[in-house]
């Protein structure tokens, strides 16, 4: 059951992007865990182009989507358009003649080889209107309609707005339309986003119907919303005075308020606003789109109603159809909407004016919040940024410098990268090399976790590596590793979950968005056979030192940010909004007090009040009828090699063959499972006797499409031993096949540990990470350790990747350097534990044919493993203690989670836990925790594996409050009442959870996953008849398992000190306080 973990994975990719909000915040974190580590070895670009990302490989055969990650990390599944699966077949495309009696005049048509598509750019003639009309063989259909919505302040008008029109529209008279769609359509993808200078709104479907009733809500709610008439969304989105009781303190509330102070506590996050706003500080990329909470209380009702009439108007629109529906249709739907509007001048008024090269570099000095009496030695952080042009790029120059990207940084062995991490200066990299998703591309490098003293080497090491590469070009082998990488993510176009229309469109817009070419963006080919060919006869030197030195040595637009750790920076501000409430307060009468308190409760009766039935009618949805009854098939066949079990799944893959190599953890000793991450990661970046890490980098980018190790846990239902692997995912060619099992092959037997140096990096990168997450995904955390306290499986993940393995990763900082012999002889133990035929698996994806054809070299492969006698298995009875628990950092908002096993009531799995854990999460935690408690996200996960149900809050102001919402939860379904149409609604957004999109990879990987858990299809067709039939007495009867958690559960907060203090004031003492940073 995967699509949250899907739409977790996208809203992660796009929290690299210079995107400052999405608007729902994905749910179901902690089953990610489960499956898989916690741990990631994809760095996090602070900003990622989409160019990128179709230079970059997507994911180096990282993990695949159905499986891993939490939200808001690294990473990005976001590509490029090559071909779509299949060869297209017929395509229709609009009629000329129905276009113009619509009103819409055709602009340009041209054919797109890149993805087989017809593109058609119209004018809606009476406003002026762009239509993009994409016509291919997708069925997974893609809408988005976007609007230019350049900030003047940083009161975040563009994110509020974003966040509030999705809250009822004229057709669609209710609470939040968007979420009913959350809960009763078969989307692909469904979300909002606001960029710097734009806001955009993209659903997908593959059901034709359901695709053109998300495509109407959608245009309801941009032109015609209710939130320009109703200061109370406003307020609930944006932000206001709360004030329960006279006698009480005032504080603020509102959901993009708290997700905004979220943002401004993470130290990443505030590196990456101070060097957008330097480096551009007189256009509207000076200031922040998605609001500066010292700043958003200063935004008012009238400016925010403005700022939608001006630019949510189709003079100011730009939409994008992309998929096998008819294009006719797409014109007669947007037709209705545009002709209601008249032309406006909106167009030219948010126009984005281009920031003037400045003449000298500029330096800042930012502090950011520092855990009181933590270690401040080594925190500073230390960034250099270049905007490279005072106008955009042409393509082919983009291109190039895309591929100049990859090759200083896109790799561990890339050396801009590699120098930087092995000077010991810094643990991890900040910044994200190029940029170019805004009008003018941008340059970022520097380290994090500097001292102080260290600051000025790491700005000259920089800017001598950038000379050196500029004088002595790149190493051939490593020209080829890019150009293959690079054109293999083109082939594969692997987007993960990520629709492939939605991809493309993020494409064309970044041009089209600044009134270029919208097709140019589709059609990379050309440009780079042309690079390709360059290349090859003037060599790499000659294409690439002239841009080192014009764009980054040469330019004097470079802002260097320094950035302080400051203990006192979270009070400091904590005091500073209280000074400024307390002076409100101090203005009001004691009648405005009370105004205050009875409109604070109106607010809040509102929020909880449901909508009515009729409201809830106008939402359209399908039926059951348009259900497919049986779930998707994916092919399986279970053989048998030397004596390993081999998975083959025959599926189109586009000529790419992915194969898993599974090894069974079981029998590692205890102590050494934290080494695992580290483990993986040496394998991959510690090199062998013949050749060096660099060269073996190298030769798995030339002759693959990626390699990558990984642990991944989870428990099995009705068994007490987990089912503990290490996973090595690759993919290649399938004429490469031998190629790539013979690395598999070099990888896990002969790379050797001795590299100390190298390994003291790992650490310290790894170190770096788990802080950082720490901050930003605290929920992640809490739910892990929650995990880790009610099971093995739980227990183990933590070990890899949670706070255990924080701690961890700071004793061994210092071991390293007393004791290597030790660890190296540990990594040698582990691989002797774990490399070896017996309990091994293979999982193979592709074609018929390539599977037949590799079988000879899967072959060989075995016969090289070795084959140890099979050791008795570890005993892992292991899990944390079992009392409530407070994880301590610096921030102004809080994780709260709360958790029991419900299998240990009694409760038996039924397919109904599906729909009411959905159900629970998207009306009964987002009305309570997010838009009334002003959290930014409220979800409850139910893992059927191991049967923890968990509560969770992201970005959240309360702490007591949040718990006594989960505690309420049995109550709220006892007393639930629900006509048929609302449970036929949440039977079908689980379905669409359910029958999640995937792409051939994917679909190997979930069948191989379900293989190892033990999930048949006799029970996957079970439980899809128990979703279908689920009825309101499963709701009331899960009330009881429920009830287990406000009993028996326990509870785990990363929260800030203040916080945890008064909480353990109000409920004696009941968390113990644990500080980490
Ligand atoms: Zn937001």
New binding site residues.
């Given amino acids: 059951m995967s699509t949250s973990m899907e739409r977790a994975v996208v809203l992660r990719s796009l929290s690299c992007t210079p995107l400052v909000?999405?608007?729902f915040f994905a749910r179901s974190s902690s089953k990610l865990s489960r499956l898989s580590p916690l741990y990631s070895l994809s760095r996090c670009h602070r900003s990622v182009s989409l160019l990128h990302h179709h230079l970059r490989p997507i994911s180096t055969a990282s993990r695949p989507s159905t499986q891993l990650r939490r939200h808001f990390s690294s990473l990005s599944p976001r590509a490029i358009a090559t071909p779509p699966a299949q060869p297209c077949s017929e395509v229709v495309v609009a009629d000329d003649v129905v276009a113009e009696k619509l009103g819409f005049d055709k602009v340009s048509e041209q054919f797109i080889e890149e993805c087989k598509s017809i593109a058609v750019l119209y004018k809606h003639k009476k406003t002026g209107a762009e239509i993009m009309s994409v016509s291919n063989d997708d069925e997974n259909k893609v809408f988005g309609i976007v609007f230019r919505t350049p900030p003047k302040d940083s009161t975040g008008i563009p994110?509020i707005l974003?966040?509030s029109v999705l809250c009822g529209s004229r057709k669609y008279p209710l609470k939040e339309p968007f979420v009913e769609l959350l809960k009763g359509s078969l989307h692909t993808f469904l979300n909002a986003f606001?960029y710097p200078d734009r806001t955009c709104y993209p659903v997908a479907s593959t059901n034709t119907k359901d695709f053109y009733n998300l495509v109407d809500v959608y245009l309801d709610a941009v032109f015609f919303p209710k939130c320009v008439e109703d200061f109370q969304t406003f307020q609930q989105e944006g932000w206001h005075y709360e004030l329960n009781n006279p006698s009480e303190d005032i504080t603020y509330k509102g959901v993009?308020f708290n997700?905004m102070k979220g943002v401004y506590s993470q130290p990443d996050n505030i590196l990456g606003r101070a060097s957008q706003q330097a480096l551009f500080p007189d256009n509207t990329y000076g200031v922040d789109s998605g609001g500066d909470p010292q700043v958003i209380p200063k935004l008012t009702f009238e400016e925010f109603k403005e700022f939608h009439r001006k630019y949510y108007h189709p003079s100011n629109a730009r939409i994008w159809f992309y998929g096998d529906d008819d294009p006719n249709e797409r014109l007669r739907i947007l037709n209705e909407y545009l002709d209601t509007f008249d032309a406006s001048s909106a167009s030219s008024e948010s126009k984005i004016h281009p920031q003037k090269l400045f003449s000298k570099p500029v330096r800042i000095v930012e502090k950011y919040p520092a855990a009181e009496g933590g270690n401040l030695e080594k925190k500073h952080m230390v960034c250099l940024n270049w905007l490279l042009d005072d106008k955009p790029l042409d393509l082919e120059t983009e291109l190039a410098l895309g591929f100049l990207d990859h090759l200083m940084l896109g790799t561990p062995a890339s050396p801009l990268r590699k120098i930087l991490l092995e000077s010991g200066l810094g643990d991890a990299i900040v910044g994200g090399g190029v940029e170019d998703e805004l009008l003018q591309p941008q340059f970022s490098i520097g380290l994090k976790g500097v001292s102080e003293d260290d600051i000025k080497k790491v700005e000259e090491l920089i800017m001598n590596t950038l000379q050196n590469l500029a004088e002595e070009g790149f190493d051939s082998d490593a020209v080829e590793a890019s150009m293959n990488t690079i054109e293999f993510s083109l082939r594969e176009n692997n987007t993960g979950s990520f629709p492939r229309g939605l991809a493309l469109m993020l494409r064309s817009i970044g041009k089209w968005v600044y009134d270029l070419d919208p097709f140019e963006p589709l059609k990379y080919q050309k440009p780079l056979i042309d690079l390709k060919a360059r290349i090859a006869e003037e060599g790499s030197k000659a294409v690439f030192a002239p841009l080192i030195e014009k764009f980054i040595l040469n330019n004097p637009h470079l802002v260097t940010i320094e950035m302080q750790p400051d203990p006192e920076k979270a009070s400091r501000d904590e005091a500073a909004e209280r000074e400024i409430l307390n002076k409100a307060k101090a203005s009001m009468t004691e009648e405005d007090l009370a105004e205050l308190a009875r409109a604070t409760h109106e607010l809040r009766l509102k929020q909880e009040t449901p909508d009515p039935p009729e409201a809830l009618k106008t939402v359209p949805s399908l039926s059951l009828s348009d259900i497919p009854k049986k779930p998707t098939f994916v092919p399986i066949e279970v053989g048998d090699i030397n004596g390993v079990k081999i998975l083959q799944h025959d599926l189109f893959t586009n000529d790419v063959l992915y194969a898993e190599v599974v090894f069974n953890m079981s029998s590692l000793k205890q102590e050494l499972l934290p080494l695992v991450p580290l483990f993986c990661q040496s394998l991959l970046e510690m090199g062998t006797k013949d050749m060096d890490f660099v060269q073996l980098n190298q030769l798995i980018g030339r002759k693959t499409g990626g390699i990558s190790v990984y642990p991944s846990t989870s428990s099995i239902r009705g068994k007490e031993d987990p089912c503990s692997h290490i996973i090595v995912r690759g993919k290649a060619m399938s004429g490469r096949t031998e190629d790539l099992f013979n690395l598999v092959n070099c990888i896990l037997q002969d790379v050797q540990f001795t590299d100390q140096k190298r390994f003291k990096q790992f650490v310290s990168q790894s170190k770096a990470r788990m802080e950082s997450r720490l901050r930003g995904s605290g929920h992640g955390i809490a739910a892990a350790r929650m995990d880790a306290k009610l099971n093995v499986a739980g227990w183990i993940s933590e070990q890899m990747g949670g706070v255990s393995y924080l701690e961890f990763l700071q004793a061994l900082e210092k071991k390293v350097d007393e004791d290597w012999d030790g660890i190296s002889s540990s990594l040698e133990e582990i691989r002797r534990s774990l490399i070896s035929r017996n309990d091994c698996l293979v999982n193979l994806t592709a074609d018929g044919k390539t599977l037949t054809n590799s079988e000879k070299f899967i072959s060989k492969f075995i016969d090289l493993l070795p084959s140890t006698p099979s050791i008795q298995s570890a005993s892992w009875n292991a899990r944390l203690p079992s009392t409530n628990e407070a994880i301590v950092i610096p921030t102004q908002v809080n994780y709260v989670g709360k958790a029991a096993n419900i299998y240990d009531t009694g409760y038996e799995l039924k397919g109904s836990s599906y729909v009411i854990s959905k159900h629970i999460s998207n009306t009964w935690l987002w009305d309570r925790v997010r838009v009334s408690g002003g959290a930014y996200g409220g979800f409850c996960d139910f893992d059927t594996h191991s049967g923890i149900f968990s509560f969770l809050s992201y970005r959240d102001p309360n702490l007591l409050k949040t718990l006594d919402i989960y505690d309420a939860t049995g109550d709220f379904l006892r007393e639930l009442e629900m006509d048929n149409d609302t449970i036929t609604k949440a039977i079908i957004g689980t379905i669409g959870d359910v029958d999640a999109y995937q792409l051939p990879d994917a679909k190997g990987y979930s069948s191989l996953l379900r293989y190892l858990l033990g999930v048949t299809e006799e029970e996957r067709q079970k439980r899809r008849e128990e979703i279908l039939s689920t009825s309101l007495s499963d709701f009331k009867e899960f009330a009881d398992a429920i009830d287990a958690i406000k009993d028996k559960g326990v509870v785990v907060a990363v929260a800030s000190s203040d916080d945890v203090d008064a909480a353990n004031k109000e409920r004696s003492n009941f968390l113990e306080v644990k500080k980490v940073l």
């Fill in positions: 909000c999405t608007r994110h974003e966040h606001t993009v997700e």
